[in-house]
């Protein structure tokens, strides 16, 4: 074993690492059934496969469900207090900007009590992972409405049904100035992994939106989306460079007519699919991402995979970038030196 | 120097107020008289008096800026009660200004202000300098506005340019008054406006004609000297509060070896500590300007969590906000230290003036038993020592630490002699090795019962901290009842603990006497003041200044116990003495409470101890 190891370092240069390095001995205390299940699965997939030694992980969370996850990771990591995540986060990422920082969040936690720090943070542009579960419902709590139930739903809060709208978390992030956003869901892991390997890759705040499912309190809230009847009509996977089609046989297509979005059927009215958007994830204007984010059934498929993403400065490499300049032209370099700088005086 | 026409006198210490509206320039002003007060070898403490309001409507009362300087030959503990001269640019000004002007000072205004409408606005009902109600005073009204522009008639420079100039004729009096030397001014503008030399010209031309002008009309039969100070071998410099807690943190950050991190929002009157880290990238420190209070504590939580040295600084209300956080700080037992310049209160209260009024909420002001160290400077110098040491407790003792300020120290300046770094303790953070098969994330150090520090990035050393309750040893999630308590007494015996590691509660004055005077934090420069006149007189006062406060020195029972009346004197409703009712119920404690956003007066507190002496 150690000799295989060995040559693994040799032809790699680093360990190769698996989803057992990441698995924590803690009993996972998630309802059975629970979409967070499938979220930490995929999770351990991908930390093996992003080159970043073991121990360079920190995983950071608020409060809910989903925020337990830090404690069911083998990693350095953080189980904060509601809403804050991000900014700690910020402060782990600035501290050490070497590290690889993924942050768990809720829709309760980085929506509504947390909204400005989520807001704060894609707009800086902060290198993390922000994996959000948005199971449009407050789980912990047993089952109030959250800033992204919709509109309606009867929940222990609105017996009468919500009269609140409803956040759509990409467009927050979109108009946030985000430079990364991808949708994914949990009931389908391959997918989810590599929407988690694109967000990884990007430097930048990457904001991926898990439509997951709580069994309990708001069960099925994403069928339309996920169940085997009627998804293919309300999914769209977005691929950069592809038409945006969707559909069983890939018969229904996204348009740009006038400044919205519209659904077409190829073959109908005169449309072929040179007429069918082409999607571009690396178009800076954010124009037709956030469309492609707003879509919601019954009008639209929900798009999934990566929507947005735009390389744009990180706040923690400028960071460092003016402190290394500043170090570099300094005349001051130590406190002593300081101290003794500007107008002083001798008393002999 | 030429020979002046006037008689000089040797005075042993001095107050001078300089006011003027808030675009007069007084504030720098009064900082060159300092300058120049440095350079004469005198000790000093200033202290700036401006409104909330950047620039409040011209020429009324509510938007006067002053700036206090106090200096003499003996050391200078405060910026002074009532001024021996005032400098008033304006009527707004003198208006604003007399109730903090000796009687018989010397009052300067600029004669050429006194007309109707700024009478007016200023609220007089006739002229001050003319209706006789100044005959208790010594007047010098000068027409300065009119002679400053006539310093710089022969400069190419516009008259908003030069009446931004007048400031300096002022100053050139005063200058003159103190029998100052004006070329430390001169050196001053040949320097900063290096670039603007008609600017260096006109300021040089003014300053010399106001100075001249007192000579040439020998405006004062006398003038004033104050020898220097006997202060100790050794280089100085002048600083405010504010940026000595800054550079104190940097101390202890360059000390300890863990580079800093601050995490803050920008509140008055803390900001300036946000301010100056920002310039010190040179030295690495990194200075985040969050989004809110809570993201500033917050992210200070992750950047100690990832190994920095983390602070966060407010105000008051900021405080407040980060209250949750700071308990986060107290159950993952993380360093930190939380920096809160008081400000008057509750809610936005009187933001740009001084009060002790958050001593509660920083001993107790969070949900849960959640004991944090609080240490409180007692002057703007001592900012310095206070961050250095409460990065010192928090980093070795691993736990948040609460440090007080105030209004008046953060913006008040004083004498300060610069330390070597080698001279300060060294600083030694329980740091976790690589791979130390004995690592778990809440086993404790036996001495100081803190856990151990150790740092993503570290092999072999994978753990997660949290706001739940944590098994002892282990750090694993834990609901037991037992361990719950066993962990509420661990975190409040780790505080307790650290009064092993402070100096014992000095006193000033016998071991015995009539009136222990008890104080805290900001007012130490006045209670001092008063407590050594008083001892001058053959009074049986003695002093203890608090500086620890969570936990408070070992020996404070004991000290308590010793004297016949113990009166406690804070700038708040009577917090301190209530938390020394509940320590220590059986002593009884008098109170002398001032709550005006002022600071304590020599006279009123003198007058108070000497009734408590006499009954």
């Known amino acids: ?348 | 120097m030429t020979i002046k026409n006037s008689r000089v006198v040797e005075l042993e210490q001095v107050v001078i107020r300089f006011a003027g509206d808030s675009g007069d320039g007084m504030q720098l002003t009064g900082s060159l008289f300092s300058d120049s007060t440095a350079f004469a070898g005198n000790d000093f403490a200033t202290f700036p008096d401006y409104p909330s309001e950047i620039r409040a409507p011209q020429g009324t009362v509510s938007g006067v800026s002053g700036f206090q300087i106090h200096f003499g030959q003996k050391t200078v503990y405060t910026s002074g009660d009532l001024a021996d001269v005032l400098v008033a640019m304006n009527p707004a000004s003198l208006k604003a200004n007399m109730r903090w002007v000796k009687e018989g000072a010397i009052i300067i205004v600029d004669g050429d202000a006194f007309v109707d409408k700024g009478i007016e606005k200023a609220g007089y009902k006739s002229d001050p300098t003319m209706d006789g109600s100044l005959s208790g005073f010594k007047l010098i009204k000068s027409p300065i506005s009119t002679l400053t522009k006539e310093a710089v008639k022969h400069l190419d420079i516009d008259l908003k340019s030069t009446m931004k100039t007048k400031n300096m004729f002022a100053l050139g009096i005063v200058m003159y008054l103190f029998n100052r030397d004006p070329e430390v001014i001169h050196k001053y503008y040949e320097k900063k406006f290096k670039a603007n030399p008609i600017v260096v010209e006109a300021n040089k031309a003014v300053l010399s004609a106001g100075y001249n002008y007192a000579d040439t009309l020998e405006l004062f039969g006398t003038t004033f000297k104050v020898e220097p100070a006997p202060l100790a071998k050794g280089r100085y410099r002048n600083i405010t509060g504010n940026i000595a807690t800054a550079w104190g943190f940097m101390a202890a950050s360059e000390r300890s070896g863990r580079p800093l991190f601050l995490g803050s929002y920008p509140i008055t009157p803390a900001t300036e500590i946000l301010q100056e880290l920002t310039y010190h990238k040179n030295l690495g420190v990194k200075a985040f300007q969050a989004e809110d209070e809570i993201a500033g504590i917050v992210s200070a939580i992750g950047a100690s969590y990832t190994g920095a040295m983390a602070i966060t600084t407010t105000s008051g209300p900021g405080l407040s906000l980060k209250s949750e956080a700071i308990g986060l700080a107290v159950m993952t037992e993380l360093p930190l230290v939380i920096v809160d310049v008081q400000r008057g209160g509750p809610s936005t209260g009187l933001p740009t003036k001084s009060e002790q009024s958050d001593l509660m909420q920083a001993l107790f002001g969070r949900n849960g038993e959640a004991p944090v160290i609080v240490i409180a400077a007692k002057s703007s110098s001592d900012c310095f020592y206070s961050a250095y040491e409460a990065s010192k407790l928090s980093l070795e003792h691993m736990t948040p630490v609460i440090l007080l300020t105030d209004g008046s120290l953060a913006n008040g300046s004083e004498v300060f002699k610069i330390p070597e770094m080698a001279s300060l303790p060294p600083i030694n953070p329980p740091l976790v090795a690589p791979n130390d098969p004995d690592y778990k994330p809440y086993r404790r150090d036996p001495e100081r019962l803190n856990r151990f520090w150790a740092i993503p990035g570290t092999e072999g050393l994978r753990h997660r901290v949290g706001g739940l309750e944590k098994e002892d040893g282990s750090g694993n999630v834990s609901h037991d009842p037992l361990n719950h308590q066993k962990m509420t007494m661990l975190r409040e015996a780790k505080v307790q603990k650290v009064a092993e590691f402070i100096p014992q509660q000095e006193v000033y004055g016998d071991d015995e006497a009539d009136l222990l005077v008890v104080s805290w934090g900001g007012t130490f420069g006045v209670m001092l003041t008063v407590v050594e006149k008083m001892q001058e007189q053959g009074k049986s006062v003695a002093l203890a200044h608090f500086k620890h406060i969570m936990p408070l020195p070992s020996n404070t029972e004991d000290l308590l116990g010793r004297y016949k009346k113990i009166i406690v004197c804070e700038i708040n409703n009577g917090q301190f003495v209530k938390y020394l009712k509940m320590n220590f119920p059986q002593f009884k404690y008098l109170q002398y409470n001032k709550i005006q956003g002022l600071p304590f007066m020599v006279a009123e507190l003198e007058s108070r101890f000497n009734e408590l002496l006499n009954d």
């Open chain 1, 1 to 348: 074993m150690t000799n295989q190891m060995d040559q693994q370092i040799i032809e790699t240069g680093v360990v190769q690492l698996t989803k057992e390095d990441f698995s924590s001995d803690q009993m996972v205390k998630w309802c059975p059934g629970c979409g967070d299940h499938a979220i930490l699965h995929a999770v351990e997939n991908v930390f093996p496969e992003l080159g970043v030694p073991k121990e360079d992980f920190v995983v950071v969370s608020g409060i809910g469900c989903s925020s337990r996850f830090p404690y069911y990771m083998n990693t350095y990591g953080i189980h904060s207090i509601h809403g804050r995540a991000a900014a700690i986060a910020t402060g782990v990422k600035l501290a050490n900007p070497k590290l690889s920082v993924w942050m768990i969040t809720g829709d309760g936690d980085s929506m509504a009590i947390g909204g400005n720090h989520f807001i704060h943070t894609i707009r800086r542009n902060i290198d993390i992972n922000l994996l959000l579960f948005n199971n449009k419902i407050y789980g912990l709590t047993k089952g109030q409405y959250s800033p992204t139930t919709p509109k309606g739903s009867k929940t222990k809060t609105s017996p009468q049904g919500t009269y609140e709208r409803p956040f759509n978390p990409g467009v927050l992030v979109i108009g946030a100035q985000g430079s990364f956003f991808a949708r994914t869901l949990d009931t389908n892991p391959k997918a989810m992994t590599a929407v988690f390997l694109e967000a990884a890759k990007h430097h930048g705040t990457s904001v991926v939106e898990i439509l997951q499912n709580c069994v309990i309190f708001a069960n099925k809230t994403h069928d339309l989306i996920t169940s085997r009847e009627t998804r293919d009509d309300n999914q769209l996977f977005v691929e950069h460079g592809k038409p945006l089609l969707f559909g069983k046989n890939k018969q229904k297509g996204i348009v740009l007519k006038g400044t919205r979005l519209e659904v077409v059927t190829i073959g109908e009215d005169g449309v072929t699919e040179q007429d069918i958007l082409v999607h571009d994830q690396f178009e800076n204007d954010p124009g037709v991402h956030s469309m492609l984010a707003a879509m919601m059934p019954p009008e639209y498929p929900v798009a999934l995979g990566v929507i947005r993403s735009v390389a744009t400065e990180t706040f923690d490499q400028a960071m460092m970038a003016s402190i290394e300049e500043e170090k570099a032209s300094a005349s001051i370099r130590t406190m002593d030196q300081l101290l003794n700088s500007g107008p002083t005086w001798e008393i002999s």
